[in-house]
Structure formats: C-alpha cells, structure tokens
C-alpha cells in the first residue's frame, strides 16, 4: 500500500488513484453503488436515488439514455461476476463521497474505455468481475462510457497504474 491516502492497490498489480475523481468519475460511481445496491436489496429506493444523481447533473433528457446505459452495464457485472462486487453505502454530500476498491476498478474502467485503452478497461473488468472473460461487461461499459461521452461527461485518463511487482526493470 502506498502512503497516499487515497491510493488503493491490491496483489493484481493494479493501483488506482482516486484522489484524481472528479465530477464525472464521482457520477460513475455512485450510479454503479446505487445499481449494484438496487440489484442486491431489490429497493427501488436505490435506484430512485441514483435517477435522481444523475437527473440533477445532466437533466432529464440526457439522464435517461445514460442511465439505462448504465443500468445495463450493471446488469452485466453482476451477471458475468464469479464473487460479489463491493460497494459502500450511499452517504454524504456528492464532491465527498469515498469509493471502495471495487467502485474505483469500475470507474476506472469506465475512463480507460472512455480513452481508447481497451487493455486497461479488460484488465479492470476482469479484476472486478474475478472471471477472465470479461467481454460482456467491457462491451456493456463502453456503451455506458459513449453514452456519458455524448453528454459531454469525458472522465480523466490515467486513474490507474500498474504497481512495482518487484520487476528490475
């Protein structure tokens, strides 16, 4: 583990920096919360809640495409899943909200599909998933990045590294 705060890395080498989560990344991940939330409770509340995330930052028009993007992209996940994919609970205002290992992975594949890296995005989508076909779910997320895209949401590259795994070079 690193001695930033915000930095969360884990044995597949993978170490996401979400310090870095800004408006758009922040959008990604409490809808995954809320979705994966809705899907495991069966609480509608949850997905009143997370419309209401994304009603309030793109209107309604807009929200209603992304949002069954990314309820479908969701579906996915938890489909194609081998284990259960964390989430926290929903709390605090929007800019303060911290997001688990699992919350991040999404976001940050939801970024690497965003910015052509098909590589990274695969790489995230296993990890999350803990199967190694992933193609389901990286298809179903960058339909839910294209939709976010078309609403002028473009998330930040670079939200992930890859750890020192003790390699020399």
């Not at 969360?8 to 800004?22: K, P």
């Not at 992209?73 to 989430?87: D, N, Q, Y």
């Amino acid at each position: 583990m690193s001695d930033e705060p915000d930095r969360l890395s884990a044995s597949d080498g993978l170490s996401v920096h979400s310090d870095l989560f800004q408006g758009g990344e922040r959008l990604v991940g409490l809808g995954m919360r809320c979705w994966l939330a809705g899907y495991e409770t069966g609480d509608i509340r949850c997905w009143e809640e997370g419309w209401r995330i994304y009603a309030d930052r793109l209107g309604t028009d807009k929200a209603k495409t992304v949002v069954t993007e990314l309820a479908c992209w969701v579906r996915t996940l938890s489909g194609h899943a081998a284990r259960r994919i964390e989430f926290f609970p929903f709390y605090g205002p929007f800019e303060q909200v911290r997001f688990c290992r699992d919350e991040c992975l999404g976001i940050c594949m939801i970024a690497a599909g965003q910015h052509g890296d098909a590589a990274m995005a695969r790489r995230c989508a296993g990890a999350l998933i803990g199967a190694a076909d992933s193609a389901a779910v990286e298809q179903a997320g960058k339909a839910f990045g294209v939709a976010l895209a078309g609403t002028g949401i473009a998330l930040q590259a670079g939200l992930l590294s890859e750890t020192d795994r003790g390699n020399p070079n």
